[in-house]
């Protein structure tokens, strides 16, 4: 028996912050979202692969989608994970939709990715500089809904508002952390990656061949 970390494979559903824009896509025929977009190190996931020994991903991102959205594509998205990052939010607070059912759906894809992966993953909802200030309680509200959410599922909440927030602009990301208000950026990613992305103690190396 060998000694080190088995192979695993871990699934990001989500909007464009699981995507990468504007500097990556997953999808070639999307790329470039946005000049430069064909950095895969715009993306959280590469650089939580790159920190965590045996991890492969599969950043199945779309830029836009609302979580009902994402919901509808969970099932084709995530076959053979065994590790499932459920992300998504903003998009809902963009587009005016509710949070409650924001959170539904949320919870919804929880509750199937359990059933389909070993272990799943909640991140909140990044800060929104140029939704600022109007949309920044309907985040931190359902950012709270988020919190409890993982607490009620006993899944990981992975703090990626707090790992980007500006602690001297409440509500904002750093400026060299979003290349356009919207998305991180390649510094913003991996951030994400190395700081907000955690895996269960232990769990990568329970694996062990």
């Not at 064909?38 to 920190?51: F, G, H, I, R």
């Not at 990715?113 to 309680?137: I, Q, R, S, T």
């Not at 979003?178 to 994400?192: Q, V």
Request: proline share 8%; aromatic share 6%; no cysteine.
């Amino acid at each position: 028996m060998g000694g080190g970390v088995s192979e695993f494979l871990v699934v990001g559903l989500g909007d464009s912050i699981t995507a990468g824009n504007p500097g990556w896509d997953p999808d070639p025929a999307r790329r470039p979202f946005e000049d430069p977009g064909d950095d895969e190190t715009s993306q959280y996931l590469y650089w939580a692969a790159a920190a965590n020994p045996g991890m492969r991903f599969s950043n199945h991102g779309v830029g836009g989608e609302r979580t009902d959205e994402i919901r509808a594509r969970l099932e084709s998205a995530v076959s053979g994970a065994d590790v499932i990052v459920v992300q998504g939010g903003i998009n809902d607070v963009v587009q005016g939709r509710s949070i409650e059912l924001a959170a539904h759906d949320l919870q919804a894809m929880v509750r199937r990715a359990k059933e389909l992966a070993e272990v799943v993953l909640l991140p909140n909802v990044l800060p929104w500089n140029n939704g600022w200030p109007g949309a920044e309680p309907k985040i931190r509200a359902l950012n709270d809904l988020i919190a409890r959410l993982a607490e009620a599922e006993d899944v990981s909440l992975l703090p990626f508002h707090e790992t980007l927030e500006d602690p001297e602009r409440p509500g904002r990301m750093k400026a060299e952390w979003t290349p356009d208000g919207n998305h991180p950026s390649l510094e913003g990613h991996r951030r994400l990656g190395e700081l907000a992305f955690r895996l269960p103690t232990g769990w990568a190396e329970s694996r062990r061949r």
